[in-house]
């Protein structure tokens, strides 16, 4: 049951990080998924050391860890953003 839960967490931390981002459009269901996991783990990486809090990847649902997954999967998006246009948006 987690591994559920960790997909519909990851879909709608991507769905919200590419409304913020305004990719919404150009993405799917599928996309949001990868990009709210993928976002968690970079999430984790840069920005759990410094705030202190843990992700949705390591089973923590608090809401410190769902801000630290969004705040990433904004990251990752803003990355990609820059590679493909050249700018962040």
């Given at each position: 049951?987690?591994?559920?839960?960790?997909?519909?967490?990851?879909?709608?931390?991507?769905?919200?990080?590419?409304?913020?981002?305004?990719?919404?459009?150009?993405?799917?269901?599928?996309?949001?998924?990868?990009?709210?996991?993928?976002?968690?783990?970079?999430?984790?990486?840069?920005?759990?050391?410094?705030?202190?809090?843990?992700?949705i990847n390591a089973?923590?649902?608090?809401?410190?860890?769902?801000?630290?997954?969004?705040?990433?999967?904004?990251?990752?998006?803003?990355?990609?953003?820059?590679?493909?246009?050249?700018?962040?948006?």
């Open positions: 049951m987690g591994f559920i839960a960790w997909i519909i967490v990851g879909g709608v931390l991507g769905w919200i990080a590419s409304l913020i981002m305004r990719t919404d459009a150009q993405q799917g269901i599928f996309l949001n998924i990868i990009v709210g996991i993928i976002g968690a783990l970079l999430g984790g990486w840069l920005l759990s050391p410094m705030l202190g809090a843990g992700t089973g923590d649902f608090s809401l410190a860890s769902l801000v630290v997954s969004l705040l990433g999967a904004v990251i990752l998006l803003a990355i990609i953003n820059l590679f493909r246009r050249g700018s962040v948006r």
